[in-house]
């Protein structure tokens, strides 16, 4: 007799119990040694080498990224498949100030705790992990070389701060890369002579920074200066900005993104600099899923941490829009901090390390694991969310 809902549960919660110290000694080691997207080697390698040794197959290199993976391990049937998705890139300087030391250990305890099972799992689980979230993304590539094509359903995790919350939408992203070219000069002695590359990107900040003011309160624009001349006596003759636009709606962001060039296309003409742009479709919008966000709220309640019932649509961006776009998907919030520590500071870069990070990590493995035998054993469920996925396309 195949064993109880219950009885699949309670080993889950015993095995990530046994396991919770190893847990939290990767979590530290990601957090002490953060890489920067696509360069994750480290990272990678301490979390393939958990899920080899308890028992998942593991190969590397997905969808042709070096420090993405793809464990696997399937039950008594091979369907339907769980996928649980890690993060484990750093911010610069300011290292795991998002928290994806937590999520992709997380997202390695709940794989890790239903391989446990062994073939009383009913139905596959897998862990990808998924590099360079905080730039170019590698659930996008993901998904568009078809990586989700035979997952059922898709969860993860994200840390934050104040109130524990379920995912609901997030903003679409556009990318721009900008390169004026202009002369240089001597900068007291022939001005003249020269053609002012930083002028031109001036001026484009200055006409988009004017552009805010005409655009739908949802947009958000902001961008750097990553180079800005070579000294202060030069007539800069190379600058480059890197700036990002964000819009609820691909629609809206689109009609913003056509002005953003034209504000680009201003600074070069008033200063006769040569202009390169490099534009990229970044994050789409994040699909949010009532029966999965359900599923998996619930049992977060039984791992002991409360979530607000009612989604929070974010004004920040995410990949897993991407992965929204072709399966449901579930991603809780659990809070490891007070909402006056900020994201993407080094205060929440401590609470990533932190004993309350550690108990979000221990809970979060329970919960998504529990969520996965939920819908492994509920079909009606699972087609209740694929229901709700194909009537909000």
């Known amino acids: 007799m195949a064993p109880t809902r219950e009885e699949l549960k309670s080993r889950i919660e015993r095995f990530v119990d046994q396991i919770s110290d190893e847990l939290i000694e990767l979590s530290l080691q990601i957090h002490d ?28 290199g997905t969808a042709g990224m070096p420090t993405a993976f793809k464990a696997t391990f399937a039950g008594r049937e091979p369907r339907p498949v769980v996928a649980f998705l890690g993060e484990y890139d750093a911010l610069p300087e300011i290292g795991h100030a998002c928290g994806h030391n937590i999520i992709g250990t997380s997202a390695a305890g709940a794989g890790v705790a239903l391989a446990s099972l062994g073939c009383d799992l009913p139905g596959a689980a897998w862990v990808l992990g998924t590099p360079a979230e905080e730039t170019a993304g590698g659930k996008v590539t993901m998904a568009q070389q078809g ?24 903003t679409a992203t ?10 240089p000069a001597h900068a007291a002695g022939a001005p003249q002579k020269g053609i002012n590359a930083l002028d031109a990107a001036t001026i484009f900040l200055t006409s988009v920074g004017l552009l805010r003011q005409h655009v739908p309160e949802e947009v958000r ?49 008033a200063t006769g600099c040569e202009v390169e742009v490099q534009d990229r479709r970044g994050y789409e919008t994040t699909r949010h899923n009532k029966v999965m966000a359900k599923v998996l709220r619930e049992n977060y309640g039984r791992a002991g941490i409360g979530v607000n019932p009612e989604p929070r649509d974010g004004k920040g ?23 006056t520590v900020a994201g993407h500071s080094r205060e929440l870069c401590a609470a990533a390390g932190s004993d309350e990070g550690h108990r979000v990590l221990i809970a979060s493995a329970k919960a998504m694991a529990w969520a996965a035998i939920d819908l492994m054993l509920d079909p009606a469920t699972l087609e209740s969310a694929w229901d709700e996925f194909r009537k909000s396309q």
Do not use: W
């Open 33 to 60: 040694e953060p890489e920067l997207g696509h360069q994750e080697v480290k990272a990678c390698g301490h979390l393939t080498r958990f899920l080899s040794k308890h028992g998942m197959t593991v190969t590397t």
């Open 147 to 170: 990586i989700f094509s035979d997952v059922n359903a898709v969860m993860m995790m994200h840390p934050t701060t104040g109130e524990s919350r379920i995912g609901g939408t997030s």
């Open 174 to 183: 556009h990318g721009f890369t900008i390169r004026y070219k202009g002369r």
């Open 221 to 269: 624009m902001h961008g750097i200066i990553t180079k800005g001349g070579d000294a202060a006596n030069i007539i800069p003759e190379l600058t480059e900005i890197r700036y990002l636009a964000r819009a609820k709606s691909r629609a809206v962001l689109d009609a913003v993104v056509e002005r953003v060039k034209a504000c680009i296309q201003a600074g070069a003409i």
């Open 317 to 339: 961006s995410t990949d897993l829009g991407n992965v929204s776009q072709v399966v449901p998907q579930a991603c809780a919030y659990p809070a490891i901090a007070p909402d």
